[in-house]
C-alpha cells in the first residue's frame, strides 16, 4: 500500500499561486481572530510572508513541499515548515498545512502533518511547533489528537 501523503518539493510555478492565495488567507485568518481590521491584516500578511520568504523557495530554512495522494498522485494540500538550529537544538516550525477544500474530511490532514513530522525528523529536527488561530477549532483537535500541547496563549475581551 502507498503512503497515504508524499511530499514533493513546491514547483515554482506551484509557489507563485500559493504565495498569493496564502497571503490573503492568512490576512482573511487575521481578521477572523479579531487581532487586525481587514485592510491592517492584509498589510502584516504581505509584511510576514516577505520577511519569512525573502528568496520564494529559496528562503532559508525554508521547505515548501506540495502534498500528493499516495495513491493517485493529484496534488492534495501544501504543507511549510521551518528548521531552526538553535543553542537549545533542532526544530521545526510549521507556517502552514492546507489540505484542498474539495478533500478534506477524507484523513489527509492528519496524513499531511505525520508526513511534515517524518520531514522534519529527516532534516534533524527533535521538535515541531506551530500557531493555530483561536477560531480554528477543527484544526485545534487535530493537533491536540496528534500529541500537541499549548506553550502559550493569547487572550481578548471586548469592552
Known amino acids: 500500500m502507498a503512503e497515504r501523503i508524499r511530499l514533493r518539493p513546491m514547483t515554482p510555478e506551484e509557489y507563485a499561486a500559493y504565495r498569493a492565495r496564502s497571503e490573503h488567507e492568512y490576512a482573511a485568518e487575521m481578521a477572523a481572530s479579531g487581532?487586525?481590521?481587514?485592510d491592517a491584516a492584509a498589510k502584516?500578511?504581505?509584511v510576514q510572508l516577505a520577511e519569512l520568504l525573502p528568496d520564494g523557495l529559496s528562503s532559508?530554512?525554508?521547505?515548501?513541499?506540495?502534498?500528493l495522494d499516495g495513491d493517485t498522485g493529484d496534488a492534495v494540500g501544501v504543507g511549510?515548515?521551518?528548521?531552526?538550529?538553535?543553542?537549545a537544538g533542532v526544530s521545526a516550525w510549521i507556517y502552514d498545512v492546507?489540505?484542498?477544500?474539495g478533500r478534506r474530511g477524507e484523513g489527509l490532514g492528519r496524513a499531511l502533518m505525520d508526513?511534515?513530522?517524518e520531514a522534519s525528523r529527516d532534516l534533524g529536527a527533535t521538535t515541531i511547533g506551530l500557531n493555530v488561530f483561536g477560531h480554528n477549532t477543527t484544526a485545534m483537535r487535530l493537533y491536540d489528537s496528534l500529541g500537541y500541547g499549548v506553550t502559550a496563549q493569547q487572550m481578548k475581551r471586548d469592552l
Open 98 to 101: 492546507e489540505v484542498v477544500a
Open 80 to 87: 511549510w515548515i521551518e528548521v531552526r538550529r538553535r543553542a
Open 35 to 38: 487581532q487586525l481590521d481587514a
Open 44 to 46: 502584516r500578511a504581505a
Open 60 to 67: 532559508p530554512g525554508m521547505h515548501l513541499w506540495t502534498a
Open 115 to 117: 508526513a511534515l513530522h
